[in-house]
């Protein structure tokens, strides 16, 4: 089966740096995907890791361990407009095949 | 990357009428995927639609419930049949244009049946 874990809510201070966990159990394997999502609007993607390190775009980080089924997001410099859900999201398989999605970290960035 | 262009936006509908959301891609792409995403949670993928084909549908959803049409490589169909109000969702269509790379994601139909 497939089973994509993440905390269900965070808050953060702003300014501050935020790191959200997540863990995959998956019959295959092929990138894990980051997506943000603000309330009422679609997903967009963040960050994207199919070999074990860190990537880094801007304020937002991702890091993957395949062999822990482990990923996390850090967020730096936090700001209000950060404050939204956070997905994880694996591809099991490789090609044009569907994304499955964890359940979401609902982040609330405060002043 | 792909422009998704997906109608309507939202509706409220009567209980036991059936709602036909469209998506259209602004380049041509073999897979299309309609994901719904339930208050509160995350996406889950409702089936896989390939032209030329019937659609692929995952546990827990049927074709007489959720009809899909692919008529070509750049537009698809997804029917709520028969509807309830425990299909008050966010229904969304995804594309991937490139393999191995990120899906891109439909506006979103807020559905609401009342």
């Known amino acids: 089966g497939q089973n994509i874990d993440q905390p269900t809510e965070m808050t953060a201070t702003e300014g501050a740096i935020v790191q959200i966990n997540c863990t995959y159990q998956?019959?295959?394997?092929?990138?894990l995907f980051w997506y943000q999502q603000h309330a009422g609007e679609a997903p967009t993607f963040l960050s994207y890791?199919?070999?074990?390190g860190l990537e880094e775009k801007g304020r937002f980080s991702s890091f993957l361990s395949r062999s822990k089924g482990y990923s996390y997001l850090l967020l730096k410099e936090l700001q209000m407009k950060d404050s939204a859900s956070y997905l994880c999201?694996?591809?099991?398989?490789?090609?044009?095949?569907?994304?499955?999605f964890g359940k979401g970290t609902r982040l609330s960035v405060i002043a | 990357s792909a422009v998704i262009s997906q109608k309507p936006s939202r509706d409220i509908c009567q209980r036991g009428t059936s709602l036909t959301i469209q998506c259209q891609v602004d380049?041509?792409?073999?897979?299309m995927f309609w994901y719904r995403q339930q208050p509160g949670q995350s996406l889950t993928l409702i089936a896989t639609?390939?032209?030329?084909?019937?659609?692929?549908?995952e546990s827990g959803f049927v074709i007489d419930k959720f009809p899909i049409s692919r008529p070509n490589l750049t537009f698809s169909t997804l029917t709520v049949s028969n509807m309830s109000p425990e299909d008050s969702s966010i229904y969304l269509c995804?594309?991937?244009?490139?393999?191995?790379?990120?899906?891109?994601f439909g506006q979103g139909t807020r559905l609401t049946v009342v």
């Open positions: 995804s594309v991937v244009t490139d393999p191995n790379t990120e899906a891109f």
């Open positions: 998956t019959s295959g394997f092929n990138g």
């Open positions: 890791n199919v070999l074990d």
């Open positions: 999201a694996v591809r099991s398989h490789s090609g044009n095949t569907p994304l499955v």
């Open positions: 380049s041509q792409v073999t897979m």
């Open positions: 639609a390939n032209q030329g084909s019937e659609a692929t549908y």
